[in-house]
């Protein structure tokens, strides 16, 4: 069974890929495409200049009902820490011989969906260049 891979780069946009995550769980359950649809999500480490930094821990609020949440200033500042992480999705089709439409509808509908579009699409089928190296990749991606 050969694979295709959709490779889309999100930068640092956390909420574009969570949107772009909980889509494709909604075609994965919706067309039932358990083992056909995979995706694998590869978080980078933050810029350079960011080496330094310390994780943020939440701070607790101690008063009242708020006993045991966190104060949204905490909440800001781990948003903010997650934010320099370079995201990048990748998708891997795997469609029997007799599928072949249905793997060329979703080639076509996923970079073209909302999320998707503005995460520079790119498709990569066996024998292209570096499709071993993409393989590989989402193998190693936990």
Do not use: C
């Not at 694998?40 to 101690?62: L, N, Q, S, Y």
């Amino acid at each position: 069974m050969a694979h295709i891979y959709l490779l889309f780069d999100f930068a640092r946009d956390e909420e574009k890929a969570q949107q772009a995550r909980h889509k494709l769980e909604g075609w994965k359950q919706a067309f039932r495409l358990d083992k056909k649809l995979l995706y694998k999500m590869e978080r980078t480490g933050a810029a350079p200049g960011d080496a330094d930094a310390k994780p943020v821990k939440a701070e607790k609020v101690e008063k009242g009902k708020g006993k045991g949440k966190t104060a949204p200033r905490a909440k800001a500042e781990a948003a903010s820490e997650g934010a320099n992480e370079e995201i990048k999705l990748i998708i891997r089709l795997a469609f029997s011989g007799h599928e072949k439409l249905s793997e060329q509808r979703w080639v076509q509908r996923i970079p073209a969906e909302q999320p998707f579009q503005q995460a520079s699409p790119k498709v990569v089928k066996v024998g292209d260049e570096g499709f071993e190296a993409t393989e590989k990749q989402f193998e190693e991606l936990a």
